[in-house]
């Protein structure tokens, strides 16, 4: 029996009937690691020990007790602290950190009754966008070892992909749980800015940063993020908004939803074929009484140098503490103290870090301060308005979640129009704070290709509702990658 291939409501009856246990579902998780993940290197830390002693508690826990998450298997992207697991941020700086708390999120893991099975990879302090820039292996997409993850939730995405767990979590800064979900071709939602806390996740861009859930079903999904929202008095960000049962709206209704369409994300530099998908989604949607039109964000090509100004000054703000003294790594035979910070730095972060850092100190130096980090963020609430905007008389936006499928490993993607295509699609969310879900609608030689629906502040509610209903209508959330094929 393939546990991992099953959804959270599945297994969930089998547990309750005692069909299997908890033990047997955590053995199931490990199995499936051991077969796959020596191709798909998704994982850089399995805690098979402490997973296994927590499921035998687990399992004499009384049924009425149990949750809907109860017993099941979850792998953490490697910049979310975990108490007692090695927390590395996939760099050279953070290799042998062992963390003394949890994040708020580990601990509502915790009391929903789920199982930490290890820590998955990313891009380096998750800067980029293919699990490339990670400081100890690259990542590789299940549909196609040759091919990227997606990043800098790579590691994440391409666990639930593979059929290793049925749920991870990962962060998104500007598209990284969105986009490695559209590679991977499984469910990624990147929440409210504040509705989940992001204490004790290791910042890059804090005004920017978001924690969200990846599964391969939005059902799995909606339920993961059920359990993890809330108000977190620890983080100041976070927001007190009441957090509803996510799956309880999953009617499967969308008559009178009104979708707008914006020409920003259908136009030059988006493949064809994606295009394409994005176009018979929309006639789905149509079919079951939606409407929608296409609209403008006007200031949506300005979202990659505005977000680029801001993230950058925040990550050479917040990577500062990173100075070789009181954590982190130090050269053994530095000879004063100028020396341990310089080494430390140079010989500790990788080269996409160092860039990043040095043009966000550029961005906040004396003179230019104003001329970058300030006006980037008054163009910030320009794109935040054109949604609010487009919201007075709309319900969500929908688009590709990226411009092209997955492309390979080593490849560098010389089309600039491309690059900048992706930026606009993802990173104005992020600057505007609002939710966006990410499900499948489509293949291209055999890659899959992701719809993107971005809602109002506070309204998961609706997007889950909508990628439930789209999900129900079309095939393919049950295509899985031959991968994990014939392996019990």
């Known amino acids: 029996m393939m546990l991992m291939k099953k959804t959270a409501t599945e297994l969930q009856a089998l547990l309750h009937n005692r069909e299997v246990s908890v033990k047997e579902v955590t053995e ?5 690691i051991a077969h796959l993940d020596d191709k798909v290197q998704a994982f850089l830390t399995v805690t098979e020990d402490e997973a296994l002693t927590r499921a035998e508690k687990l399992d004499n826990e009384p049924m009425e007790n149990r949750g809907t998450l109860f017993g099941l298997p979850i792998g953490i992207k490697d910049n979310i602290i975990t108490k007692g697991t090695v927390t590395t941020c996939a760099s050279k700086m953070l290799e042998n950190f062992v963390p003394v708390y949890d994040a708020t999120v580990m601990e509502k893991i915790n009391q929903a009754g789920m199982i930490s099975v290890g820590k998955l990879n990313m891009d380096e302090f998750a800067m980029g966008s293919t699990t490339e820039r990670s400081a100890f292996k690259v990542t590789r997409n299940p549909w196609n070892l040759d091919c990227v993850p997606g990043g800098s939730s790579g590691g994440s995405a391409a666990a639930v992909a593979a059929g290793e767990v049925l749920f991870s979590l990962g962060t998104d800064t500007g598209g990284s749980v969105r986009q490695p979900a559209a590679f991977c071709g499984i469910v990624g939602m990147k929440p409210t800015y504040g509705r989940i806390s992001r204490n004790g996740l290791v910042a890059f861009a804090s005004s920017l940063d978001q924690i969200g859930p990846l599964t391969r079903t939005v059902e799995d999904n909606a339920l993961l993020l059920s359990a993890i929202a809330g108000l977190d008095h620890r983080d100041s960000s976070s927001s007190s908004k009441e957090v509803p049962d996510f799956r309880a709206g999953l009617t499967g209704d969308i008559k ?4 707008a369409v914006p020409k920003e994300y259908m136009g030059e530099g988006v493949a064809e074929d994606v295009k394409a998908s994005v176009r018979q989604a929309l006639d789905v949607l149509e079919s079951m009484g939606a409407t929608w039109e296409e609209v403008s964000l006007p200031h949506a090509r300005y979202a990659s140098p505005t977000y680029y100004a801001i993230a950058t000054a925040e990550a050479s703000s917040n990577l500062a503490r990173f100075d070789g003294i009181r954590y982190g790594y130090r050269p053994d035979d530095a000879k004063n103290l100028e020396e341990i910070y310089l080494r430390s730095r140079a010989e500790g972060f990788g080269t996409e870090v160092k ?4 043009y966000g100190t550029y961005a906040l130096s004396d003179g230019h301060h104003d001329e970058l980090y300030v006006k980037a963020q008054k163009v910030r609430t320009l794109i935040a308005q054109d949604f609010a905007n487009l919201y007075e008389n709309y319900d969500i936006v929908v688009g ?12 560098i993607v010389r089309d600039q129009l491309t690059l900048y295509t992706n930026d606009i699609l993802t990173v104005s969310v992020n600057l505007a704070g609002l939710p966006a879900i990410s499900v499948p609608c489509g293949f291209s030689d055999g890659l899959p290709i992701g719809l993107q629906m971005i809602g109002k502040h506070f309204d998961e509610a609706t997007l889950y509702r909508v990628a439930h209903a789209f999900e129900q209508a079309t095939e393919f959330h049950k295509r899985t990658p031959s991968i994990g094929e014939g392996h019990e």
């Open 28 to 32: 199931d998780a490990f199995k499936q």
């Open 256 to 259: 009178g939803l009104r979708i």
């Open 355 to 358: 860039k990043r850092i040095l």
């Open 400 to 411: 590709p979640t990226s411009a092209t499928t997955a492309y390979e490993i080593g490849g």
